[in-house]
């Protein structure tokens, strides 16, 4: 599964570790996070992410 950077503050979503403040289970894509989930550093939207390798 791909990790995810957020344009606005660097922070890397990765898929092995989810977001367990945000309830996000790890193994979690980014693509089955809800759409209301935002960055849990900077609060941006998932349409601020790119993907990276």
Same mark, same amino acid.
């Given at each position: 599964?791909?990790? +995810? =950077? &957020? !344009?606005?503050?660097?922070?890397? +979503?990765? %898929?092995?570790? *989810?977001? /367990?403040? @945000? *309830?996000?289970? %790890? *193994?979690? !894509?980014? =693509?089955?996070? /809800? =759409?209301?989930? !935002? &960055? %849990?550093? &900077? *609060?941006? @939207?998932?349409?601020?992410?790119? /993907?990276?390798?």
């Amino acid at each position: 599964m791909k990790r +995810y =950077e &957020c !344009s606005v503050c660097g922070y890397i +979503y990765d %898929p092995a570790d *989810g977001d /367990p403040d @945000s *309830g996000i289970a %790890p *193994g979690t !894509s980014f =693509e089955d996070l /809800p =759409e209301n989930w !935002s &960055c %849990p550093i &900077c *609060g941006a @939207s998932k349409d601020q992410f790119t /993907p990276i390798d």
